[in-house]
């Protein structure tokens, strides 16, 4: 089964603009490792100089359930997808949609080459985006986000069952939330995920390819 790392750029200072492209050339030179897929989720005024720098890994950090016209500040799937953008996080803690909007977008990419990461709070959100049949479903409980508790030691039987309610559903489930270590990794493979999401453990690290390295060995 192959092992999925999200780095989520976020708005850092340092993943944006020009130094979002230094990062992002400096983590594709990483180690490959068979059964490990790792993708990039960059900020909307990044997205077409890190698609040239990262082909296929590429994914935005929300997205619009507009279609492309007459719809100023937007950003929509349709969009994404001619710029080579392969899918999009959706419902992040920091940038929260509705649940019919989740479920319009779910259903409007579904069969497309565009994939969705949907992030829960809860277990009752991890049911209820499962059951709509993405491909993945992001448990995060914002109370950890940014911190220095993973998810996976403060919450370890809360990711069994979200793994479990997943797996009901045929839908592969993230982890995210104060992830830094290769031991958040080991232990979130334990508890049933099919892999993390990570910000600052890796992108605020004094040494982001290495940080990233550690986690992909991990696996």
Known sequence: MTFTIIVNFKHYRQSSGPDCDRMLKNLVSCKKKSGVDVYYAVGPSDLRSSVS????????QSVDTLSMGAYTGSLSVEFLKISGVAGSLLNHSEKRV???TVKDLQEGTSGQKFQLYICAENLEEVRAFASMKPGFV???PPELIGGDISV???KPEIISEASAICRENHVELLVGAGVKTAGDVVRSKELGASGILIASGVVLSSDPANALNSLIEAV
């Not at 720098?53 to 935005?60: H, Q, Y």
């Open 152 to 154: 996976s030691k403060a």
């Open 138 to 140: 992001a448990y995060e």
């Open 53 to 60: 720098i990262a082909p296929g890994r590429i994914i935005a």
């Open 98 to 100: 509705s649940a019919s």
